[in-house]
């Protein structure tokens, strides 16, 4: 069987983790990833906390695709800016979407555009140095508040409070902190819909709160006890919040760090302030409890993610992919793009090796094979593209850059990335 | 003699790490690299040396893909006396689980009667090596000290006296 040449757009863990079950499908044919930034990795390099950088060593296992394994990488392009689908579809025999879902959902209640209401990716975005954030100095004043508990809530919320000193030998830079922590918070409040038990976040995630100094936590409402569920996960979860809670009896008296408080069962209703965020209210939904109205200064949004990109393809009315990730024939989705904004870094690999078998499967029935790849591509395209020796290229200069305590300094000025990934004209004249 | 080289693995960095083993040891031995989620306990309990590879994913648990071949280990049982095994953990020493998962699947083939062989090997995410250097330097160690018994099938023997 003749081998398709392959096109991904995204280089993020799905796109990294699509091309890597293809390469093992077939192990000659040309596969390429394709991004808008100059960098690969997306989420990796700018959604994990920059405090966790053993989830960040994912990245050596797709490093390894560039460099051994013959999978090409062309920075610089954007689908729509750059690149229309269609040419790209023109000069592959199979194009794959794994551009993720990179917008914060909106809360879609009153006040939810207020100043003073920030979404948790975009703040990531921001402690992680992206160039499309840095336009963004967050004032969050003394008292925030956190709508959302998953483990993005979390990672705000532990970014935001962790003392300075704790940063040691993370890829944070004192430069992004500075922008989001001008002062620090006297307190943060953290608010779910759901019970302690089903809260969205990690029991391992709580701990790791529990083990940074200065900090106190609260809780409004008595916890269940650990042994009040069935389930596993639910049980570790609630023991790591009883951990949190009788640390504060502990050692409340000597805390003069930010105050954590937890709220669960909770339903925002509306964002309350004139020219901008003074209070949230929330309804107790079914629980006929009295609406809790919280001061605020801030509030940050972490209830998952949207595509509101107006450059992909189709924008907002962009076709919906089946089940197992057809857009149209030779056309495919991964990742976030394809299942929702649900799950970690390998639930995606899971999602791309399936993918990969569909579109092995499919191959050649409903579009005959042979486009060239990359060198079929408008030449402006070809001519802008950076390549994977470019990204080595900032990898070492962001390495060399580091401040004394952490790993790197990632350059956020992506004219200054361009500049050093071009360093050597690739493809143009 | 075949060296089976199995892996448990969740993002993919298990399965990385057995691939560079396989190809450290292929000049010298037949070696395969397969995922646990493919691997039947009945194929272990033949009389061969397996080097496990696993990473720790949750609350200290198994990898994903670790899990089913865990509970069919626990459900048959099979008698282990004849099998020699080394074991690699992958993980990440910023949680107090380090490397559990590694441990358990360990624990397990010695209680069944397997024979572990030398220093289990480790690699700490947070760490900064690469943990596929970090593993091949592990093997060379083993190997220096068991490796030709390992090749001449006799590693059970040696360990066991």
Known sequence: MTAP??????????????????????????????????????????????????????????????????????????????????????????????TGLAADRRLGIPGDDLPGVYGAGALTR????????????????????????????IDVLRLLSKPEAAFEGSELSPEALAACRAKPLA???????????????????????????????????????????????????????????????????????????????????????????????????????????????SVITAIGFAQHDPDLPGGPEAPRPDDQGR?????????????????????????????????????????????????????????????????????????????????????????????IAQATPVGGP | MTIHVIYGTETGNAEMVADDLVEALEHDATVTARDLADFDPAEVAERDFVILVSSTYGEGELPNSAQPFFARLEAQ??????????????????????NHGSRILADKLRELGATELGERGVHDASGGELPGEVAVEWLKGLLGAHGARVMAGEAAAEAAS
């Open chain 2, 77 to 98: 049982a099979p008698d282990l006396s004849g099998l020699t095994f080394a074991t690699f953990g992958l993980g990440d020493s910023f949680y107090e689980t380090f």
């Open chain 1, 187 to 297: 307190r943060l409040d953290i608010v779910g819909r759901s019970s302690a038990a089903e809260a969205k976040c990690d029991a391992a995630m709580l701990r790791e709160l529990g083990r940074l100094a200065g900090l106190s936590f609260h809780f409004a409402a008595p916890l269940p006890a650990p042994e009040s569920t069935e389930d596993k996960a639910a049980g570790q979860r609630l023991a790591a919040f009883h951990e949190l809670a009788e640390r504060h009896t502990e050692r409340h008296t000597e805390s003069d760090g930010c105050q954590i408080h937890f709220h669960f069962g909770w339903t925002p209703e509306a964002v309350l302030g004139e020219a901008r965020v003074g209070a949230v209210r929330f309804h107790g939904g079914e629980s006929g409890q009295e609406p809790l109205e919280l001061a605020a200064d």
């Open chain 1, 327 to 419: 857009l149209a024939p030779g056309l495919y989705c991964t990742g976030w793009l394809r299942r929702g904004p649900r799950g970690t870094i390998p639930e995606n690999r899971q999602d791309a090796r399936a993918v990969a078998a569909i579109i092995a499967a499919d191959l050649g029935a409903e579009r005959p094979l042979g486009r060239p790849g990359f060198a079929a591509l408008p030449a402006a395209a070809i001519a802008r593209a950076t390549d994977f020796a470019g990204w080595k290229r900032i990898q070492a200069v962001e390495a060399a850059e580091a401040p004394a305590g952490r790993l790197c300094r990632r350059i956020p000025d992506l004219a200054r990335l361009l500049e």
């Open chain 1, 5 to 98: 040449s392959i096109a991904i757009v995204g280089a993020g863990p799905s796109g990294c983790y699509l091309a890597q079950a293809l390469r093992k499908q077939w192990a000659e044919t040309r596969i390429d990833i394709i991004d808008r930034l100059p960098v690969p990795f997306g989420l990796v390099r700018y959604g994990v906390a920059p405090d966790h950088p053993g989830t960040k060593a994912v990245t050596r296992q797709f490093e390894r695709l560039f460099e051994r394994d013959g999978i090409g990488f062309h920075g610089n392009l954007a689908l729509g800016r750059d690149l229309a689908l269609d040419e790209l579809r023109e000069a592959y025999d199979v194009v794959a979407l794994a």
């Open chain 1, 126 to 153: 921001r402690l992680n140095d992206h160039p499309d954030e840095q336009g963004l100095r967050p004032d969050l004043g003394r008292r925030a508040v956190i709508i959302g508990q998953g483990n993005v809530g």
